[in-house]
């Protein structure tokens, strides 16, 4: 704190996310003072509720294959892997039998803000699509708030605006949500009712990265996700 020439008090507040108003010059004298790494730097400006500078926006295209085995493992929980433009950068097999095959869509379709208001399918799946459609724009402001900076994210808001009358209404409320553990249900074509628990959860080496988790909320679905897996099998 003497060194970067602030308060110990105020450091302290900072360390414990307090609502305080930090500049961003406070923030990189803090950075160079204690010679964050780009993660750790990431990681102070997000506490400090100040958006990331673009030096230090990475957008990570390939996935560890750890990471892919894991989510291959999970037969019957349909996952997929989002950046922080919620770009989909990795699925498994069951996320493919409920959301549609995604090696199938470009790589400007694979994007889960894309998919909600452009992909027919997408309204036809979810059995409460406006409400679902509606939280994932302010869940998707919440994410942008950090993110200000990103002329690719700004580039796509607007093109968003432009192409869907629905997005654009929800994202000029100004909503925001965090990205809490939901329960989903769905009409899915072939297998009709389909209901899970999606849980979120971070990747330990890029806090971009979030890997959305659909586990099936009861029996019903679990051997209708089953029935599922095994026509891919024969």
Not at 173 to 196: C, M, R, T, W, Y
Request: negative net charge.
């Amino acid at each position: 704190a003497y060194l970067a020439d602030i308060g110990l008090t105020w450091y302290t507040w900072l360390e414990q996310g307090r609502e305080i108003r930090v500049s961003v010059e406070v923030l990189n004298k803090l950075s160079n003072v204690l010679m964050l790494s780009k993660e750790e730097k990431r990681y102070l400006f997000a506490l400090a509720h100040q958006s990331i500078p673009t030096d230090l926006l990475t957008v990570q295209i390939n996935i560890d294959k750890s990471i892919q085995n894991f989510i291959d493992s999970l037969i019957l929980s349909p996952v997929y892997i989002l950046d922080q433009r919620w770009n989909i950068l990795a699925w498994n097999q069951a996320a493919c039998h409920l959301f549609g095959d995604f090696n199938k869509k470009s790589e400007e379709e694979r994007n889960a803000v894309w998919l909600m208001f452009m992909d027919n399918y997408y309204k036809n799946l979810f059995t409460d699509w406006e409400k679902h459609a509606e939280d994932l724009v302010a869940r998707f402001r919440n994410v942008y708030s950090h993110y200000t900076m990103d002329k690719w994210i700004l580039s796509f808001i607007e093109k968003m605006c432009k192409v869907s009358d629905s997005f654009d209404y929800w994202w000029s409320q100004h909503q925001i949500q965090s990205i809490d553990s939901v329960n989903k249900k769905f009409l899915h074509p072939e297998a009709g009712n389909l209901e899970f628990e999606c849980i979120v959860l971070d990747v330990t080496n890029n806090t971009n990265l979030k890997i959305f988790v659909h586990t099936p909320f009861n029996e019903d679905t679990k051997q209708k996700m089953k029935i599922l897996a095994d026509k891919n099998i024969t």
